[in-house]
């Protein structure tokens, strides 16, 4: 599925450090590394679980690259919420040198 500029987006390092930022990766992605503060809810379980997102914020929606947050930010859209897909994913958050944690204590990483 190609998205085109029909994706709002936004380059990872404009994130505001206070932006509810929804990660849609798998689990084992999150657990190598992910933005403090980010909100797990992976892809798979989206549509059992968006009634944990809130309507009266931007969400700004991230993934490893891009493309399964462009998925997302696409039905979130349609569904009523205002999102935004975080262009180049955790990738990009990396290489913008914004910070990473996970629980394990070990360096984060983007796996």
Known sequence: MIFGEDVPAIDAAE???EAYLLDVRQPEEWDAGHAPGAVH???G???DRAGEIPR???IYVICRSGAR???VTVALNNAGWQARNVDGGM???AE???QMVNDSGSTPFVA
């Open 91 to 93: 990738k990009r958050w």
């Open 41 to 43: 809810i992976p892809m």
């Open 69 to 71: 947050s462009a998925q």
């Open 96 to 98: 913008a040198g914004r």
């Open 45 to 47: 379980e989206l549509s």
């Open 56 to 58: 009266e914020r931007d």
């Open 15 to 17: 994130v505001p450090d």
